[in-house]
């Protein structure tokens, strides 16, 4: 088999992985209502916390963490290919925003995007998780989290790794993909309709 059907497979088996919905599955599994019908309508782990549940939301997230995490260190082990490496990543983020198992509606990406950074870089990943906790404790809004935490690690990234084009690159679409998936939270904050962490 050649190297770049091995290299497309990776691709595409990164976004069938991402394309399983954690929020969905584990809703279900615990006789959950279905977290699309929730809050903001998003099946991720903010909607299933809306639910009520905490530990459904706590694997939910991790689920959505792994399935951006486990693509990306194993095609980095096997190959070493930094832009494989990259692909995968962006590919694993675009499976769970857009799935194909789900009529390609799927969350915002917030998990995921953990995920594929802690892969890509682990100290871009701890950067992300931290200025994300850190806005939620003052704010409680994920979304604004989200929206503070991708661009601040881009710039982070930009001045440090600015020579890993690869990385550097797959960030700024990452980035750019938050704000336009996180979109109609812009507007619910603007209007003053964005609902707090625990809301429901």
């Given amino acids: 088999m050649s190297t770049l059907v091995l290299q497309v ?12 919905n954690s929020a969905i599955l584990v809703s279900r599994a615990m006789q959950l209502p279905d977290p699309r019908t ?3 309508g ?3 782990a903010t909607n299933v916390l809306r639910a009520g549940n905490k530990t459904a939301a706590a694997v939910t997230l991790l689920g959505d ?8 260190i194993l095609t980095d082990a ?3 290919s930094t832009w494989l ?3 995968v990543a962006l590919a694993a983020l675009l499976g769970h925003v857009y799935p194909v198992y789900h009529r390609f509606r799927g969350g915002k990406g917030v998990a995921t995007t953990f995920g594929v950074l802690l892969g890509l870089n682990w100290m871009l990943g701890v950067l992300w998780a931290i200025t994300w906790l850190a806005v939620a404790l003052l704010f409680r809004y994920s979304s604004v989290s989200a929206l503070v935490a991708t661009p601040v690690t881009l710039g982070f990234a930009l001045r440090f790794w600015w020579d890993d084009f690869w990385t550097t690159g797959v960030l700024a679409v990452i980035t750019v993909l938050v704000f336009w998936r996180h ?9 003053g309709k964005e609902k707090k962490l625990g809301e429901r």
């Avoid at 979109?183 to 209007?191: E, G, H, P, T, V």
């Fill in 183 to 191: 979109a109609s939270n812009i507007r619910d904050l603007a209007s």
């Fill in 65 to 72: 963490l792994l399935k951006g995490l486990v693509p990306v």
């Fill in 78 to 80: 096997m190959t070493g």
């Fill in 38 to 40: 929730e809050g903001s």
């Fill in 9 to 20: 497979a990776a691709i595409v088996a990164a976004y069938l992985l991402g394309s399983v």
């Fill in 42 to 44: 998003n099946p991720g």
């Fill in 85 to 87: 490496v990259s692909a």
